[in-house]
C-alpha cells in the first residue's frame, strides 16, 4: 500500500532533550516536507526536500534541523525542543512536479513539550 | 506573500442541505488541492484543479476553480455526517511551496 509513515504518533518531552520524528514514504516520490499544525494559524511549512541532499527553509524552519539521505526518508530533529513546539506535526510526499501531483500526507505526530 | 483565505472558518448545517466552502488566493494559483481531515489527523485527497474553469466531482462533492485562477469552491450536495470534519484549500505557490488554507470546519447536523 502507497503511504507516507510517521512515528511515533503520540510523543510527550520535556524542554530540550533532543527528538527525532521518522517519516518515510514507499512512492518514490522526490518532494518530502514536513508541516506543524496550529490552532488558529493551519497548517505551516517547516521544511522541504526536492530530492536527496536537498533541502530548503519553509515558512517555520527556526528550532528544527532536517536531512535528507535517502529517497525515501525525511526525519525532522528537534535539537532542543520548546514549550512553543507542542504541536501537531505533519510529513508529506509528492512527485517532483507539484503541479500535476498532489501532496501524500501522514497520519500525523502529536508532540507535547513539558 | 501569498496567503490563502478559506471562508467561512467553520460551518454548521442540517444533514441533507447543500452547503460551499471558498478558498481565495492573491495571486495566480499554480495547481489548487482540497482535503478533508478528521480532527488530530491526517490529511485525506480530494481534488486537485490545474486549469482556468476547471471543475472536478467526486460522489457529491464538486470543485471548480474560478479563469483567474484565484479563487475555488468546494460545494457539497445532500450533506452526510460523513462529510463532517475539516476541509482545506491548499496551492502551489510556485517556489515549491505548498500553502495551506487555514481550514474550514464543517459539522452536520442530523
Known amino acids: 500500500e502507497a503511504q507516507v509513515t510517521q512515528n511515533p504518533r503520540y510523543l510527550i518531552t520535556v524542554t530540550g532533550k533532543k527528538l527525532t520524528v521518522t517519516c518515510s514514504q514507499n512512492m518514490n516520490h522526490e518532494y518530502m516536507s514536513w508541516y506543524r499544525q496550529d490552532p488558529g494559524l493551519g497548517l505551516r511549512q517547516i521544511y522541504y526536500?526536492?530530492?536527496?541532499?536537498?533541502?530548503d527553509k519553509g515558512d517555520v524552519p527556526e528550532g528544527y534541523k532536517v536531512s535528507r539521505k535517502e529517497k525515501r526518508n525525511f526525519p525532522l530533529i528537534l535539537e532542543s525542543p520548546s514549550p512553543n513546539q507542542t504541536s501537531l506535526y505533519f510529513c508529506a510526499s509528492s512527485l517532483r512536479d507539484l503541479g500535476d501531483s498532489p501532496l501524500h500526507f501522514g497520519n500525523g505526530t502529536r508532540l507535547t513539550v513539558t | 506573500s501569498q496567503e490563502l483565505e478559506q471562508s467561512p472558518q467553520s460551518l454548521i448545517v442540517q444533514e441533507g442541505k447543500n452547503l460551499t466552502i471558498n478558498c481565495t488566493s492573491s495571486?495566480?494559483?499554480?495547481?489548487l488541492y482540497w482535503y478533508k481531515q478528521k480532527y488530530g489527523e491526517g490529511l485525506i485527497f480530494l481534488m486537485m484543479?490545474?486549469?482556468?474553469?476547471e471543475e472536478k466531482s467526486h460522489e457529491k462533492i464538486t470543485a471548480k476553480l474560478d479563469e483567474k485562477k484565484q479563487q475555488s469552491s468546494l460545494h457539497i450536495t445532500a450533506s452526510q455526517p460523513s462529510h463532517a470534519g475539516i476541509y482545506l484549500c491548499g496551492a502551489d505557490r510556485g517556489d515549491d511551496k505548498i500553502i495551506f488554507g487555514k481550514g474550514t470546519r464543517l459539522h452536520i447536523l442530523p
Open positions: 495571486k495566480t494559483l499554480y495547481g
Open positions: 526536500s526536492m530530492n536527496v541532499e536537498v533541502t
Open positions: 484543479l490545474q486549469k482556468g474553469g
